[in-house]
């Protein structure tokens, strides 16, 4: 009697795969090349081959973008094209020779169905009817107060975070231990840390520019606001190096310009 073949050398699981959204709003290598470069040039040993699902869905009909020459421009920034994002069957078919992933594209919202005629009235003959009274007022009613915003959950992290390291919050995020040069910490709100921050912190990541950065050591190697950064080469200004220091968006003739300031602590 033949043997069952031996599976538990492997498992397959369902998981949830944290990744980048490249989205693509033009089909030219050239032009996509240079916007990226713009962004993530000053950047360089930013991402460590971080996933990215390229994401074609506001491309004109028809566009076909070269998606070989976009993963090698991702690659040179240290990013790893895993997907594709597309409604179009010419560009799914590039993607899966690149050994790349096909998502399918958001659905659209489907069309409301077609009313049913309404039914040809029955003409009844009027009954007569007493006169009705006069109708009472009916009491005004106070509209009801909007309800209030959901608070965001805050993150607590007591343990420090090595080189290499990441942690992404939500919410809000208080850190009680140093973030290491090479560890990143990320946030949809403020980020709070109680020890140096020798790190890159990047708050507002869904674009909340009013989130702000607090830290009572400043090192770091770079911090950002809803995608607006600044990196440090070799150290802050001596004013602020290794003081408590907070980082937020200001507005500035119509341009806003990240601000890194000393924290009064009295």
């Known amino acids: 009697m033949a043997r069952k073949p031996d599976t538990s050398a492997i498992e397959l ?3 949830t795969l944290e990744a980048m959204r490249a989205l693509l709003r033009s089909a030219d290598t050239a032009e996509l090349t240079a916007a990226l470069d713009a962004r993530l040039g000053g950047m360089p040993g930013f991402f460590s081959g971080e996933p990215v699902v390229i994401d074609c869905g506001e491309l004109p009909a028809g566009s076909a973008p070269d998606l070989a020459a976009l993963r090698d421009a991702l690659g040179r920034h240290a990013l790893t094209a895993v997907a594709v994002q597309t409604a179009d069957e010419t ?10 992933a096909v998502l399918a594209a958001d659905s659209p919202a ?5 009313a049913e005629p309404a039914p040809a009235p029955v003409v009844e003959p009027e009954p007569v009817v007493a006169a009705a009274p006069p109708p009472t007022p009916e009491p005004v009613r106070e509209a009801a107060p909007p309800p209030l915003p959901s608070a965001r959950r805050t993150e607590i992290i007591d343990k420090p975070l090595r080189s ?34 020798r790190g890159r912190a990047l708050a507002g990541a869904t674009g909340d520019a009013e989130a702000r950065i607090f830290t009572t050591c400043f090192e770091a190697e770079l911090v950002s606001i809803a995608g607006v950064y600044k990196t440090f080469e070799h150290s802050a200004s001596s004013e602020l190096l290794r003081r408590p220091a907070q980082v937020r968006l200001e507005e ?13 602590t009295t």
């Open 110 to 114: 489907p069309r409301p169905l077609p």
């Open 164 to 197: 290499g390291q990441r942690v992404y919050a939500r919410g809000d995020l208080v850190v009680l231990a140093m973030v290491s040069a090479g560890a990143e910490v990320i946030a949809d709100g403020h980020i709070h840390i109680y020890a140096p921050l």
């Open 252 to 264: 500035h003739a119509d341009k806003q310009v990240l601000t890194v300031a000393a924290l009064a």
């Open 13 to 15: 699981k369902s998981a």
């Open 91 to 100: 560009t799914a078919d590039n993607a899966r020779l690149l050994g790349l």
